[in-house]
């Protein structure tokens, strides 16, 4: 059984107005985050690199059952936005209204669950939050999330220590 983080604070944000909003024009993954990484643990920054990458780049270019070519990017770039911005990680420039799809609530809905209470989960989840997916590329829709949920924390942590050592 997985560990319960009782009274663990998660950072709280208003989306109205944005207030505590990390925004990604501030400190990003891309700019920030892997070069600190590389300053101070390179061969972890590279590795991380590279697995964000590959998960991301993972595609047949299918999409359920349809056998043609499909561009999937916009897919797989909104799950990744979307399990940041779950953790309060705004991209500014990125347009969410495309996650807002009705088609694509299930698969949020999943991704929430997966990356909020991965304990949760269960067998139904998998198969049973839509039928727009096929199995395999749900196992994909898991892999984004949680790299993306990987990536959220060490933005977290990295512009933590941005932050320390900008003070000391």
Not at 31 to 51: I, N, P, R, T
Not at 154 to 160: D, I, N, P, S
Request: charged share 20%.
């Amino acid at each position: 059984m997985a560990p319960r983080f009782v009274g663990a604070v998660m950072p709280t944000w208003t989306f109205k107005t944005g207030e505590g909003v990390f925004r990604t024009q501030t400190f990003s993954w891309k700019d920030h985050g892997y070069l600190l990484m590389q300053k101070y643990f390179s061969s972890a920054a590279e590795c991380l690199e590279a697995q964000f990458n590959l998960v991301f780049a993972l595609t047949y270019n299918e999409l359920g059952s349809t056998s043609e070519a499909i561009d999937t990017e916009v897919f797989r770039q909104a799950a990744w936005f979307y399990v940041h911005r779950v953790f309060g990680i705004c991209h500014d420039d990125y347009d969410y209204s495309w996650l807002n799809n009705k088609e694509l609530r299930p698969v949020k809905a999943f991704i929430k669950k997966v990356v909020c209470t991965p304990e949760a989960v269960t067998q139904e989840d998998f198969v049973g939050s839509t039928s727009m997916l096929r199995n395999d590329e749900m196992c994909h829709v898991v892999l984004l999330a949680l790299e993306a949920r990987k990536q959220a924390a060490l933005m977290y942590f990295l512009h933590a220590l941005t932050d320390f050592v900008t003070s000391a």
